[in-house]
């Protein structure tokens, strides 16, 4: 994972050889934004002690670059707060207007498929892993949008999801309870299509559940910062 035998490091203090490595290893994105900087793990890749590697994590939350949250500990932070905003947003109203022009195209067995994503997330929720959970939860929305005829449309959304992969590990990582609200909403998406409601309500439901999580993100970062 990491290498603490790099010549370009020789002659650096145990802390200065932790923060330009850790560094590294944010800006590179191989520490992906929301990653989980377990500090005893680090110190045995380094072969130091936890102290200096615990200096390094302060100098790199002073620089903006990890976020620290009591109970949880140090996570890599987002690599452009206002992009990653933006992005949400405008994801949230492709896929709304997608999955609602899509819902009549939709076949029992592709609502089949995205009902068995959702309970396979669902059983995911005792044990969360948010990596994994963000892989299912991109299958199922792609499963309702992926009928959608405006496929200019469906390709915006594509783009825009690789744009967060970028920005992010899994908002999941940040906040894991919204992953429960989320199975619940996916849930409902599920049974208003399958009840044939108003298309202006089902694109409702699909942007205000992506809206949900951003603002989840959003109070989650005001609450750490008043701590």
């Known amino acids: 994972m990491i290498d603490h035998n ?3 490091f020789d002659g650096m ?3 200065e050889k932790a923060y330009q490595l850790i ?3 944010i800006t590179s994105n191989e520490f992906a934004p929301g990653h989980r900087l377990v500090l005893s793990s680090i110190a045995e890749a380094l072969d130091v002690s936890v102290v200096p590697v615990r200096e390094a994590i302060r100098q790199l939350e002073a620089e903006g670059l ?3 949250e009591r109970n949880v500990g140090a996570r890599v932070a987002m ?3 206002q992009m990653y905003i933006d992005c949400m947003q405008t994801t949230a109203i492709l896929e709304g207007a997608a999955t609602a022009l899509a819902a009549p195209y939709l076949t029992p067995s592709q609502l089949a498929k995205a009902s068995e994503l959702n309970e396979k997330m669902e059983t995911s929720l005792t044990d969360l892993d948010p990596k994994e959970f963000t892989v299912l939860n991109q299958k199922f929305h792609r499963t309702l ?3 959608c005829p405006n496929r200019d449309l469906v390709n915006l959304i594509l783009t825009q999801w690789n744009r ?3 920005l992010r590990e899994s908002t999941f990582a940040f906040v894991p309870n919204r992953a429960w609200e989320s199975v619940k909403e996916h849930t409902r998406i599920l049974m208003m299509i399958q009840a044939e409601a108003e298309p202006v309500y089902i ?3 699909a942007r205000d559940h992506r809206l949900a999580t951003l603002e989840q993100y959003l109070n989650s970062r005001s609450e750490t910062k008043e701590e």
């Open 23 to 25: 560094k590294e290893k």
């Open 203 to 205: 694109e409702k439901l």
């Open 66 to 68: 990890v976020d620290f």
């Open 145 to 147: 949008f992926s009928s």
């Open 79 to 81: 690599i452009d707060r």
């Open 6 to 8: 790099d010549p370009r």
């Open 13 to 15: 203090s145990k802390t």
């Open 164 to 166: 967060l992969d970028y």
